[in-house]
T-cell receptor
């Protein structure tokens, strides 16, 4: 069974631009969560989607948003990029909600110049 | 001054020795705990999990111990191999927290030949 896939793997943007990242969960998994990983803050939860609905949200500004499609694929969007948004963005999928084992993708490395 | 990054504790072990990686958590409501391994350039890889109704759980070459009284979690790796070199993270989530994981800062494990 294929693992979690994320596209693109690497991205370079400039301040003020917006970016959309994509995540395809493991087949049969219906929950997708997003995390940001930086050297300064470590791994931080962004949001969780299940059945096309946001179920949980972390402490990030409204510039960070996401959505989930009927096939469980998810996208996250960051608008008005700031230098501090440079990070590894990780997507994780699980079968369902509620303390399920989450499996991570390889991440998208975003560099904001 | 501004922090340039989280200081990752490092554990150096000889190949073949046992490794013990520790993690303290602060949320007494957390009742599901997971250990992840992250190699350079990759996403976190699930190792083992444990729920709060257990004190110990064993996998292949790994054992997780949970002490709820002092809010402490440990990961023991038997017969450590060079391929075990990575950053290890503990993560937790409380009941009702969905799939929102709170991660520790991580421990760098270095296996010396």
């Amino acid at each position: 069974k294929a693992g979690v896939t994320q596209t693109p793997r690497y991205l370079i943007k400039t301040r003020g631009q917006q970016v959309t990242l994509s995540c395809s969960p493991i087949s049969g998994h219906r929950s997708v969560s997003w995390y940001q990983q930086t050297p300064g803050q470590g791994l931080q939860f962004l949001f969780e989607y299940f059945s096309e609905t946001q179920r949980n949200k972390g402490n990030f500004p409204g510039r960070f948003s996401g959505r989930q499609f009927s096939n469980s694929r998810s996208e996250m969007n960051v608008s008005t990029l700031e230098l501090g948004d440079s990070a590894l963005y990780l997507c994780a999928s699980s079968v369902g909600q509620g303390q399920q084992t989450q499996y991570f993708g390889p991440g998208t490395r975003l560099l904001v110049l | 001054g501004e922090s340039v990054g989280l200081h990752l504790p490092t554990l150096s072990v000889q190949e073949g020795d046992n490794s013990i990686i520790n993690c303290a958590y602060s949320n007494s409501a957390s009742d599901y705990f997971i250990w992840y391994k992250q190699e350079s350039g990759k996403g976190p890889q699930f190792i083992i999990d444990i729920r709060s109704n257990m004190d110990k759980r064993q996998g292949q070459r790994v054992t997780v111990l949970l002490n709820k009284t002092v809010k402490h979690l440990s990961l023991q790796i038997a017969a450590t191999q060079p391929g075990d070199s990575a950053v290890y993270f503990c993560a937790e989530t409380p009941s009702g927290g969905g799939n929102k994981l709170t991660f520790g800062t991580g421990t760098q494990l270095k296996v010396e030949l």
